[in-house]
C-alpha cells in the first residue's frame, strides 16, 4: 500500500508564500494520479489541484493563478507551491494519490495525515 507524508505547513501572513511536499512510498509517477484536498471544520473536502502521471494538471477555479502543483519523479514527491496566500486558504491540506491502472486497483485512494495552513496576519 502507498503511504503519504505531508510537510510545509505552517503560519503565513496574508499574500504570503508556502509550499508543501508529499513523500510516498515506493514508486507513483506511472501509475497514480496525485492530488492536494484541503479541509475546514463544518466543510467537506475539496479538491484543491491535480497531477496525472502524464503530467496534466487541474486546479480548482479558487487557487487558478496563485498555487502550482508540481512531481518530482526521482523523489518520489508532490508539491503545492502556494503564492498569494489568503485567509481563506486556511484549511488542513491533504495529500491524496490514486490508482489509475488494473495493476494497482484502479479508482483505489491513498491519503496523507495533512499539514496545518493557517494565513493570518
Known amino acids: 500500500q502507498v503511504q503519504l507524508v505531508e510537510s510545509g505547513g505552517g503560519l503565513v501572513q496574508p499574500g504570503g508564500s508556502l509550499r508543501l511536499s508529499c513523500a510516498a512510498s515506493g514508486s507513483i509517477s506511472n501509475r497514480y494520479a496525485m492530488g492536494w484536498y484541503r479541509q475546514t471544520p463544518g466543510k467537506q473536502r475539496e479538491l484543491v489541484a491535480t497531477i496525472a502521471s502524464s503530467g496534466s494538471t487541474n486546479y480548482a477555479d479558487f487557487v487558478k493563478g496563485r498555487f502550482t502543483i508540481s512531481r518530482d519523479n526521482a523523489k518520489n514527491t508532490v508539491y503545492l507551491q502556494m503564492n498569494s496566500l489568503k485567509p481563506e486558504d486556511t484549511a488542513v491540506y491533504y495529500c491524496?494519490?490514486?490508482?489509475?491502472?488494473?495493476?494497482?486497483?484502479?479508482?483505489?485512494?491513498?491519503w496523507g495525515q495533512g499539514t496545518q495552513v493557517t494565513v493570518s496576519s
Open positions: 491524496n494519490a490514486q490508482c489509475q491502472f488494473i495493476t494497482c486497483i484502479l479508482g483505489r485512494n491513498y
